[in-house]
Each structure stands twice: as structure tokens, then as C-alpha cells.
């Protein structure tokens, strides 16, 4: 429903927001209105009573526009141009979206609603379902009216009132909703279906108990073999809502197989909501996930960046069960995916290009080396928006090896002089971590502090100060290089003017005073001016860097010391300089022995550890994976961060089922069966796994039987080799190697034949069969009969099953030689007859 | 799921909005205005998500407008933005391409219409145009005729939700568009440190009833298979990586690379492809740039055309960077003109028509203001801009494209190749 007037806009709803302006700019269709206002007939409207507002001039006004559309509205039935009857309606809606209270003319429009004209039926649904809240005892009187349009004979009619009657959120109106509702889940056309699958939903948030009480789940849990996709797709929205809290809709492997056979009938969006649930199905056993997995991978090719990112989801999901160290499976899938998420980067929209970088950011640290080869992809383009380069930048560090190291450090300090000043002290830092993460080897970490050593003398400002800055966190990580560090600094402290930068500086010559000959004089400096600095970092490095050098050159710094221990503690503008200074002086009365190692220990004891503490977060990244494809990765944080309880979701694997029962494979179930009872498709609730175990807890998975993935027992490892016949979707073989094959094989495996009731034509037959993969290799229509060559590719072993059938015109009835180099023939054959009959079971 | 749609103008006003929870109120429009509309006037830039309060903004822009989805739960960013772009997509096709304030505010009850039926209670419902236009149509007053109704439910509901049934035209065309974007990036010593194509195929399909279309690019692994077979030595293109629109058959690409498909009716993008090697760079550049002390820079510039002397590239621009103390420039060319800019701190030479195999100089003596510190030049990179018609740089081009729709028509085809620089830097 339509906000603007949910609250009516004179009580402004919080403390935030201001009421809108009384003329938003711009007013429209009102415009010419607002300028003359007009004397009202202040008859007072049905529940029209006027806004405490203060300004009775604009009151006035609005009062007269309203009250000159209620005429207009009523001389109605005169009007015969049905052009002129929108415009007056479209007024009507024209306020409602500017802030105006129209809910006085709510009777009038009400009125309107027999119309045979969609387009004023649809407006006058809109306004009534924007002001239902406010007028709830109108609004339950047109109920019938909608009740009516909801058995229209028009499907169209039928699903706009059914949508508007469950958008109306008035809690007492629940009974009226419940039985339109119930019809609308078995009418005949789609649409409404499909809007009635929604309905349930509202309801669901109207009143819970009473949605609970009607039975919808089981009905949504029957509607997801409906032959419209459309509506599928609703269900699975539907139901992953209803069940959040058990962490989504709850699902079998029928659900999920027959889905699956069914993906490439979705819309985009539906594909992608059916891929949403494939990371909680628990799949039988590692062939199966592979089987999934290359039914999913052609998807990697749409230009779709949702579609491809949710395969990538699903592959890190099905790699963990596969059984198989999930690291290095995973590891593979970012091979395979890499390529095609560059692609998607690659002259997509800005937005989508964000949204993927952020996710190859996050691979790139769980998966370090998979990106590095393609690092030329993540260089800067100078048209790009700003916010894709900082990230591209971000990433170069993190692809960087002893190989590329060379070209990346060259094109970041290309990037250092550009005029975007975030951007180069970006590129500065960026350098830096390379060096730190040792990433270039021992040359790059050395060539990169020689690049900061000269970005130190750029005299830039900025890029002088993120360099000292940088140069101080290499330094930590690799005390080797302190020899090239010192020449510049001195000079770098006269020119530096940012705090940080500064504050790096001072604390490289107190960690290099043995080395720089200069130091102690330039920091006497500091010391004499210590009034000027302003900057309490600053302050805090001088006396750090002051007492280091007091322990390597006592006889020259000794003075100082005592000058800016003074200064310091007499220091009161900041708590935290005055107690430092205190607590040195403190310290080396007491034992400059001690003082000494608690200083000098400071830089040690970084140097060892591998990275530095505040940058390690692989458990972050670990816990990322698992929402991955969420907003979770845009904002680098999981989602219990971000998202309010009520509207989070923890989601859960489905539960383990007893596979021998679940005789469903991924490709048994054609449309044909919809509407065929079957027991899979009932509401999944958690079986126990065997009769012993019958106190199996709701949701939790109890595995006591060892039915889990990791030590499969015989049984659940049989049963779907020998039950299910996985065909490969994109089998293909050539003329020659179908004869080849058919001859080859002398004897038939399997021949036999059904009766058919009518007689199909050679284009349906090839439609039914193709959509269960079993493709036409050749067909002809002969005077008396139909002819047919036919061939399905096992996916499993790759083996081939080659079909001879003939559909007799005189007696319908399709017969069959089928003839396999497969394992295990007679069985597959079998499924194989099994599936021909579900596609035709149109004719049977 | 989406809690809200807004569309908003420039000063953050709300043109239009439409919520589907009500756990998200219209006083977010403020907090967007504020944080993201006015961050992005003074400077500091803002990615396409903000998070205020956890409540998620995800927002594009089409002109002056910003199409704004709101949400509490966690959702797929990419979904969000995909479903925008389809938006923006359906209103153009009912607006016109440009489509601004003006038009949204004048066809509102349209809009209403189009956000109620792409979305309900937050999820995404069908987009596609073609659909759409069946039962949402601007006010063109039609009694509704029953069987009417009936039919287009089922297309509705079809399962090629991207084309719809009966279409005709009176005249069969495809014009197809290769567009491709070379970036290049050459060192110092003119080794190449970046180049890559990037390539779309756009189609505009002007087509009657259900055609089906396949499509052939002079992809390597196809020319091999059939030279394999036929014995000719023609030479196919590495194509790296490559991205379809959703009516091709992905299933039978991966199986042996033939592109087929049901097209929709009017434009949209067929593929999008890569291609990293054996690249024709269209144009060389030859810079000679010395700095003679402190006061001058004398540049010379030789850029040639590599492409065939048939064809000529159009509005050619070539920035060539100059210090920042830079007082006067002369300039001297061979074709087109050139003048110094102080406010892009460059060379600007440009060169509306450059003929194929054509060679054309620049030489310049640079004089710079003198300064009391010595600055070091960062030297920039050369940048080039160009369109090349009917010219790829990765060599693609459309071998074949069969259209077979029972009627047995003919269509016309046409096609186009452009390519334009995508970021063709010259290190000097």
C-alpha cells in the first residue's frame, strides 16, 4: 500500500520528520487550483474532519479542491467520455501522492468501483487501499464490491481486487479475505494464482493465528507443482517468509529435485529465488552434488550478475557436501567462476560492478593466488566512478605475487599522483601492504619502501604524510630495511603538516636515532617549540621517540628529555600526554634498566607475529562465505550487525531424510505430474530417520544413525543410482555416432509398448519429450505411423540410451526399442520408459 | 524482500514512491537526502548502498532522478539493483528513453500501475516490458474483451516471458551493433602493460512471430572445428570469456557453441564478450617529450592510423598532459587543431576525421612559469579518445545470423561495428 497517507501527514509520525510542505513543489495537476482558492461548500465530508492545522488559508484551500472534485466526481454518471472520467480520478490520486488528504472523498470513489474500465478500477483500488487504515468502517462496506470483482469473470478483474482486498491490513476484515483467498489458490488462470499465493503472505502478517488455522502452508507446500512458474516462485518467496524462523521454508529432496528439473522454465528472479534454497538442501550423497552442480553451471553465463553470483553460492554449499576437503573444492569452484565474474565486471552498469568487486574483495582474501593472473583487471580506469576505484585499488594488494608484485607496485605509485587525494594516499597505503604481506618477496617489500621513501620527498602534502605513515607500518613488520628509511626524514619533518604523517615521522627517527645522525637535533627542535604543537598525537610520539633516543644516544638527548618531560607534565590541555610524561619520569627513576627494555621491546614484538592482529580477519572472511550474495559482503560485516531480529534469518539445512524413501530423482518429475497426488510433496515436517528414533526434535537434526554425508551407509548410496536416471541437459551426439552406436549394439535392451488415447503430432511429442532431455535425433510422420529417433545421455557415466519409437496413427500406442551401452541397463531403461510415460501422459 | 521504492529528484524531493511494508516510513527520504544527496554535492563520494539505521538504500540514477530501494532484511544486492535497472528499463519503454521529472509526474497513475505489478508485498513480479505493455497501456480506453483477457493470461504466465506471441511486422529487419571499448595502457619503453577488448552485441530485432535465431561470431573454437572438417585456413578469435542475455540457450553453448535463440522484440544486449589477445590496436603514438631545465618542454608526438586507409576514425581527442606551471604553448599540427587547456593542465589536439593509414604530427615547445621550489612533473599519461566505425580491434565479426520462423520470411540484416577507446593511456 501506498505510504504517503498512511499516517495522516498533519501529525508528523516522529520526532524526525517535518510534516511536508502544504505545496510540495511542483503541485501538478493542482497547480492552477492553489493559486485561486476557492470558497468551500463546507458541508463537512464524510470523515472529513479538518487537520489541526494552523494555516486555515491552505486549509481552506485544499477543502475547496476537494470539495470541486467530490462535484466532479459526483456528476459522474453524466459523463460519457470515459477519457475525461480517468483525468478527474487521476487529480484524485495526484494529491494522495503529494501529502493531500483526500479520505473525504473516500464514499464518493467508492462509488466509482463498478466500472468495466481497468484503468479506473485499478485507481480507485489504490486510493482505497491507501486510506482503508484511516476509514475502516467505509472501507469494510465496499469489502463486497471487491468480494464481487474477486469471482469477475475476467481473470485480470479477478486478480486486482484480490490483491487490493489483501492490502487493505484491516485485522477485522480477516474472514472476508479467507475465502476469496482460498479460491483464488485453485482458479484457473496463473495470475490470479499467482496473486493469491501472495495474498497468503498478508494474511500471514494480518493474523497469524487465523493463517495457521486455515491450512494454507499445506495448500502453498501443493502449489509449488503448479504448472506456472510464476506462482512456484511466489510460494518459495511465500513460504521462506512464513517459516523464518525455523530458518526458511522447510523442504525435501522432491521439492528441491523437481525445482531444479524445472529451473530453466523461471524468470530471472525466480531462478534466483529457487537457487536461494539450494545452499540448504542436504544433498544424498557427493554425486549428486556434482550432478546439481553441472546442471547449474551453464547459469554462470547469463548476464545476470544475481543468477551468477547465486551459482557461485550454491557451489560453495554443494562443495561442502561433497565430502572432499570443502577448501580445496572451493578453491576450484573460484577457478571456475573467476573468469565469468570478470566478464560481469567488464561493461556492466556501476552499481552491479561495485556489488561484484566487493565479492571477488572477499574471495580474494579467503582464496589468496585464484585472482592474482588476472590483476590487469582491477587496475583504475580513469572514467570510472570514484567509489570502484578506491575498491580496485583495495584489491591489488590482495592479488599481488612475486610475479606481478613488480607491475603492481609500478601502476599504485601511477595512481599516487592523481588529483583525487583520496585515491593517492589510497595507493600509498595499498603499497604498504604489500610490502607488509610480504606478498612481492623480499625485492618487492624493498622496492616498495624505496617508492615511499620518494614519495616522503614529493613535498605533497598529503601523499608525504600517508607515506610516513605507511613507512612506519613496514618497518614494524620488517626491521631489515631501516637503512633505506633514514636519509629523508629530517627533511620530511620540516614539510609535513598533517598530524598522523607527522606523529609516523617522529616515531621512525626515535626507532632510527642510531642510525640518522640528525634526529636528536631535529626533534630538540620540536621540543624547544613544544607550545606550538597542537596535535596530542603528535605530542605522545615526540615523548616515545625522545626516550628511545635517550637510551641509544644518552649524552646528546639526556637535556631534552628533562625539557620535555617538564613541558609535558606541566601540560594540562590533554589527560593523556600529562600521564605518559609522568609515567616516564616515573620509570626511569625508579630503574632506567627497565625503562629500557619495556622501550625498546616495542618494536620487537610486532616483527614476529605473521600479520599484524588488527588485520587478520580469516574468521570474518569464513563467516562471510556463508553469506555470501547478501548485503553482508558490501558492508564486510555478517549480518546479526546489520539487520534487526525480526527481520533476520539463520538459515538451516534441510532436514536429513531416509533416502531409500525418497524415491524422487532430479529428473522424474515432469510437469505432467502436477496434479497428481503425491506423498513428497506434503508439508516436509521432520521425520524421524528410523522407527527407533522417535523422538526425533522439531528442527534440530538429531543423526544417530549415522545418516550423515561423511560415512553414508550402504543403502542411501544405492538407492538413487538405482531409482534415478540422470540425464545430462545438454547432451548432444552427432547422426554418424547414433548409427555407429545403434549398431554396435546388437540385441535390444528393452522393447515394449503403451496404449495412448489421442494421437499427437510429431512437434508435441518432440516438445514433451525435450523438456525431460530426451532429445530427438531424427523424426518423420509416415502415412500410417510417426517415427522417431531418440537419445538421452546419462549424467553420472556419460553413457548413452538410444530410443526407436513409433506412434501407430491407426491404434494410438507408442512402442519402444530401447538400446544402452550403460551399466546396469535394464533398470535405466525402465526409469527411462517411466519418464517417456510421464511426458506423454497428456495423450494417455 | 523490498520494504519501499522511491523516486526522487535532484533536491531529494519525492516524485514518486510506493511501499509494499510498512516497516520503513516515507521520513527515510530525509535521512537519504541528507546523507547520500548531500554527501555527494560536497564532494565525498558514496557507494550505490548506504546503510542508515539498518534499513539498506540501494539506489541507481537514470538523468536526474534516483531510483531508490529501501530494505530491513539482508538481502542479494545484485537482485535489488538488477530489479531497478529493469525499472528504469520499462519506463523508458513507456516514456521514451529520456524520461524526466516532468513525464513521471505527468503519467502517475501509470507508474502506479507498473510499480503494482512488478512488485508485490516486495518481491519481484514480472518485468518484462513486452508483457506488460499487454494490459498496461496509456491511456488508450479499451473495454476489456473477455477472450482478450484469456489470452494474454496465458502469455502472462508463459514460460518465454521476454517475447510474446503474434507479433508482426510488416517488414523483417535485425540490425545488429558490434560495439567494442580497446584499453590500452603502454610504459614508458612502449611495452604493453594493459589491452584488452571488451565487446557487446546489440541487437535491435524487428521480427515477426516466434523466430528462432542462431548467430555466429568468428569464435576461434568454432573456425578450428570446421576448418577441421573443411580444410580452409581462415583465422577465428580468441574470445576469452563471454555473457549472454537471457533467451539464449546456455545449455547449447556449453555443449558445442552455437548461439541460438527466441529473440525479444526490439533492442536488447545479445552477449557481452572479452578478448586479451592478438589485439589490433588501432592508432601508435610516438611521444618525445624532453625537459630542457627548468623553464621548458619541448614535446614532439607522432600518432598513426593502423587500421585500413578504407576507413577513418571520427572525433579523435588527444590529451596530452602538461606541468602545472605551464605558461604559453606553441603549438604546431598536421591535421586538426590543438590548443593548450589550463584547466585539464594539457595538450588538447583535436582531429574530427583521421584517415586510415594517415600519420600526423604534433610538436609543441612548452614554456613554463619559473617557481621558487623545484616541483617534480608527475607526468601523466597520454590519453587518446576515438570511434572507429565499421573497424574491431579484436577482429570479431558476425559470420552468420539464420532466422527460422515457420512463416519462412526473410529478414533484412544489417550490422554495424564500432570501436572506441576505453582507456588508451600513452605513459610518457
Not at chain 1, 604481506?437 to 604524510?465: I, M, R, T, Y
Not at chain 1, 626533534?523 to 610520539?541: F, G, H, Q, R, W
Not at chain 2, 573497424?391 to 565479426?397: C, E, K, M, R, W
Amino acid at each position: 500500500l501506498i505510504v504517503p497517507m498512511m499516517n495522516n501527514p498533519h501529525h508528523p509520525t516522529g520526532p524526525g520528520s517535518s510534516a511536508p510542505p502544504p505545496f510540495p513543489p511542483g503541485a501538478g495537476a493542482g497547480g492552477p487550483h492553489s493559486q485561486h482558492p476557492q470558497v468551500g461548500n463546507a458541508t463537512g465530508g464524510v470523515g472529513g474532519a479538518p487537520p489541526p492545522n494552523n494555516d486555515s488559508y491552505f486549509t481552506e484551500t485544499r477543502k475547496g479542491e476537494v470539495n470541486e472534485l467530490r462535484t466532479l466526481l459526483r456528476s459522474f454518471d453524466k459523463e460519457r467520455n470515459p477519457l475525461r472520467k480517468r483525468e478527474v480520478i487521476k487529480k484524485v490520486i495526484a494529491y494522495m501522492t503529494l501529502g493531500i488528504d483526500v479520505s473525504r472523498l473516500f464514499s464518493d470513489m467508492m462509488l466509482l468501483v463498478e466500472t468495466r474500465d481497468l484503468v479506473v478500477k485499478k485507481m480507485v483500488y489504490l486510493f482505497l487501499c491507501n486510506y482503508a487504515t484511516t476509514n475502516p468502517e467505509l472501507a469494510q462496506m465496499c469489502t463486497n464490491t471487491l468480494q464481487k470483482d474477486c469471482s469477475n469473470e475476467d481473470p485480470m478483474v479477478r486478480g486486482f481486487a484480490l490483491r487490493a482486498l489483501c492490502s487493505l491490513q484491516l485485522p477485522q476484515m480477516v474472514e472476508y479475505i479467507s475465502e476469496p483467498l482460498r479460491k483464488s489458490l485453485t482458479d484457473p488462470h496463473g495470475y490470479v494464482r499467482k496473486t493469491g499465493v501472495m495474498g497468503c503472505l498478508k494474511l500471514y502478517h494480518l493474523n497469524r493465528d487465523f493463517a495457521d488455522s486455515c491450512g494454507l502452508v499445506d495448500i502453498l507446500y501443493d502449489l509449488l507443482k503448479d504448472n506456472d512458474t510464476n506462482v512456484v516462485t511466489n510460494c518459495i518467496y511465500v513460504l521462506n517468509e512464513i517459516m523464518r524462523e525455523d530458518g526458511g521454508m522447510r523442504m525435501n529432496r522432491a521439492i528441491m529435485l523437481h525445482l531444479l528439473n524445472r529451473l530453466h522454465e523461471f524468470s530471472e528472479f525466480g531462478v534466483m529465488a529457487v537457487l536461494d534454497l539450494v545452499p540448504r538442501y542436504r544433498v544424498a550423497n557427493s554425486d549428486e552434488a556434482f550432478a546439481i552442480m553441472n546442471l547449474l553451471d551453464p547459469l554462470l553465463r547469463t548476464s545476470n550478475s544475481g543468477v551468477a553470483l547465486a551459482v557461485v553460492r550454491c557451489f560453495f554449499a554443494l562443495t561442502e557436501q561433497t565430502g572432499d576437503d570443502p577448501l580445496v573444492m572451493q578453491r576450484q569452484v573460484v577457478d571456475r567462476v573467476k573468469m565469468p565474474m570478470i566478464t560481469l565486471t567488464a561493461g556492466g552498469s556501476a552499481e552491479l560492478v561495485y556489488s561484484l568487486l566487493k565479492h571477488v574483495d572477499v574471495l580474494s582474501q579467503r582464496f589468496p593466488g585464484v585472482f592474482d593472473d588476472e590483476y590487469r583487471q582491477f587496475y583504475v580506469r580513469y572514467n570510472e566512478p570514484t567509489h570502484i576505484k578506491y575498491l580496485k585499488v583495495s584489491i591489488l594488494p590482495k592479488v599481488a605475487n612475486a610475479n606481478n608484485a613488480p607491475d603492481i607496485i609500478g601502476e599504485l605509485s601511477e595512481y599516487v599522483g592523481d588529483i583525487d587525494a583520496r585515491l593517492s594516499r589510497l595507493a600509498v597505503r595499498n603499497m604498504a601492504r604489500i610490502a607488509c604481506s610480504n606478498a612481492g618477496g623480499d625485492w618487492g617489500a624493498e622496492h616498495v619502501v624505496g617508492k615511499l621513501v620518494e614519495f616522503l620527498d614529493l613535498n605533497v602534502a598529503h601523499v608525504s604524510a600517508e607515506a610516513a605513515n605507511a613507512l612506519k607500518d613496514v618497518l614494524r613488520k620488517n626491521p631489515s630495511l631501516r637503512e633505506h628509511v633514514a636519509p629523508p626524514l629530517p627533511r620530511a619533518l620540516k614539510y609535513t603538516t598533517d598530524p598522523i604523517g607527522k606523529a609516523s615521522i617522529i616515531w621512525l627517527l626515535g626507532e632510527l636515532s642510531d642510525i640518522s645522525n640528525e634526529a636528536p637535533y631535529v626533534l630538540e627542535k620540536l621540543i624547544d617549540s613544544y607550545d606550538t604543537i597542537s596535535n596530542a598525537s603528535v605530542k605522545m610520539a615526540l615523548l616515545t621517540a625522545t626516550m628511545k633516543m635517550f637510551f641509544k644516544r644518552p649524552p646528546e638527548v639526556q637535556k631534552m628529555l628533562g625539557r620535555l618531560l617538564k613541558y609535558a607534565t606541566d601540560d594540562v590541555s590533554t589527560q593523556d600526554v600529562h600521564d605518559r610524561a609522568l609515567y616516564y619520569y616515573r620509570l626511569l627513576k625508579s630503574s632506567p634498566q627497565i625503562a629500557e627494555q619495556i622501550l625498546s621491546n616495542l618494536s620487537a614484538c610486532v616483527a614476529i607475529e605473521k600479520t599484524f592482529a588488527e588485520e587478520d580477519d580469516s574468521d570474518m572472511h569464513a563467516a562471510l562465505m556463508n553469506e555470501f550474495n547478501s548485503l553482508s559482503i558490501i558492508y564486510g560485516q555478517t549480518s546479526e550487525n546489520f539487520i534487526d531480529e525480526e527481520h533476520r534469518v539463520v538459515p538451516a539445512m534441510m532436514a536429513e531424510e531416509n533416502v531409500e524413501g525418497a524415491a524422487a530423482s532430479l529428473l522424474n518429475d515432469g510437469p505432467a505430474h502436477a496434479h497428481q497426488p503425491s506423498t513428497n510433496f506434503e508439508q516436509p515436517h521432520p521425520k524421524p530417520t528410523s522407527a527407533t528414533n522417535g523422538t526425533a526434535p522439531s528442527a534440530a537434526v538429531v543423526d544417530l544413525l549415522d545418516f550423515g554425508d561423511s560415512t553414508p551407509t550402504p543403502a542411501p548410496i544405492a538407492a538413487p543410482s538405482n531409482d534415478g536416471l540422470l540425464l545430462n541437459p545438454n547432451a548432444s551426439m552427432t547422426g554418424e555416432a547414433f548409427q555407429k552406436m545403434w549398431g554396435e549394439i546388437a540385441s535390444p535392451t528393452l522393447t515394449d509398448s503403451f496404449g495412448l488415447k489421442n494421437l499427437p503430432n510429431t512437434a508435441d511429442t518432440e516438445g514433451a519429450l525435450g523438456k525431460l532431455f530426451l532429445n530427438t535425433m531424427a523424426s518423420g510422420e509416415l502415412p500410417t505411423e510417426l517415427k522417431f529417433f531418440l537419445y538421452a545421455q546419462e549424467s553420472h557415466s556419460g553413457s548413452y540410451l538410444l530410443v526407436q519409437a513409433v506412434i501407430s496413427k491407426s491404434s494410438p500406442s507408442f512402442s519402444y526399442t530401447i538400446k544402452t551401452n550403460a551399466t546396469d541397463a535394464s533398470k535405466k531403461c525402465n526409469s527411462l520408459v517411466d519418464k517417456m510415460k510421464s511426458a506423454l501422459v497428456g495423450f494417455m | 524482500m523490498i520494504s519501499m521504492i522511491m523516486i526522487l529528484n535532484q533536491k531529494g524531493d519525492i516524485l514518486l514512491s510506493r511501499q509494499y511494508r510498512d516497516d520503513v516510513s516515507r521520513a527515510a527520504a530525509d535521512s537519504f537526502r541528507l546523507q547520500v544527496i548531500a554527501a555527494k554535492e560536497t564532494g565525498s563520494q558514496v557507494g550505490p548502498v548506504k546503510r542508515i539505521e539498518n534499513c539498506s538504500f540501494l539506489y541507481t540514477r537514470h538523468t536526474n532522478m534516483y531510483f531508490v530501494a529501501l530494505t530491513r532484511s539482508n538481502v542479494n544486492p545484485a537482485l535489488v539493483f538488477e530489479y531497478l535497472f529493469q525499472k528504469i528499463k520499462i519506463l523508458k519503454a513507456y516514456l521514451g528513453e529520456e524520461f524526466d521529472e516532468n513525464s513521471m509526474r505527468n503519467n502517475m497513475t501509470l507508474i502506479y500501475e507498473l510499480m503494482d505489478e512488478t512488485m508485490d508485498f516486495g518481491y519481484p513480479q514480472n518485468c518484462a516490458v513486452d508483457v506488460l505493455r499487454l494490459y498496461i497501456n496509456l491511456g488508450a480506453v479499451k473495454a476489456v474483451q473477455e477472450q482478450e483477457t484469456s489470452e494474454l493470461t496465458s502469455q502472462i504466465t508463459g514460460a518465454i516471458d521476454w517475447r510474446r506471441e503474434g507479433i508482426k511486422h510488416r517488414r523483417n529487419e535485425v540490425y545488429i551493433d558490434v560495439l567494442e571499448s580497446v584499453s590500452l595502457l603502454l610504459s614508458q619503453n612502449g611495452s604493453i602493460l594493459r589491452n584488452e577488448v571488451t565487446g557487446q552485441v546489440q541487437m535491435n530485432t524487428k521480427l515477426s512471430g516466434m523466430p528462432e535465431c542462431k548467430f555466429g561470431l568468428n569464435d576461434k573454437l568454432v573456425i578450428d572445428r570446421d576448418n577441421y572438417n573443411n580444410g580452409n585456413r581462415k583465422r577465428g578469435v580468441e574470445i576469452d570469456d563471454c555473457t549472454f542475455h537471457r533467451c539464449v540457450r546456455l545449455g547449447k553453448f556449453d555443449a558445442d557453441r552455437t548461439i541460438t535463440f527466441i529473440p525479444p522484440d526490439g533492442e536488447f544486449e545479445l552477449m557481452r564478450y572479452r578478448v586479451t589477445d592478438n589485439i589490433n590496436l588501432p592508432f601508435r603514438v610516438l611521444p618525445a617529450i624532453q625537459e630542457h631545465g627548468t623553464t621548458k618542454v619541448s614535446i614532439n608526438l607522432k600518432v598513426i592510423a593502423n587500421f585500413s586507409d578504407k576507413l577513418f576514425s571520427t572525433s579523435v581527442i588527444i590529451r596530452i598532459p602538461v606541468p602545472r606551471n605551464t605558461s604559453k604553448a606553441k603549438i604546431k599540427v598536421s591535421l586538426g587543431r590543438a590548443k593548450y587547456e589550463p584547466e585539464q593542465q594539457s595538450i588538447v589536439w583535436r582531429i574530427r576525421r583521421f584517415p586510415g593509414k594517415a600519420e600526423c604530427h604534433l610538436s609543441s615547445e612548452v614554456d613554463l612559469m619559473p617557481t621558487v621550489r623545484k616541483k617534480v612533473w608527475s607526468r601523466p599519461p597520454i590519453n587518446l579518445e576515438f570511434q572507429v566505425p565499421m573497424f574491431t580491434a579484436s577482429g570479431v565479426h558476425v559470420r552468420f545470423l539464420r532466422v527460422f520462423d515457420k512463416s519462412g520470411y526473410h529478414p533484412n540484416r544489417w550490422v554495424r561495428y564500432i570501436t572506441r577507446a576505453g582507456g588508451y593511456q600513452i605513459r610518457i
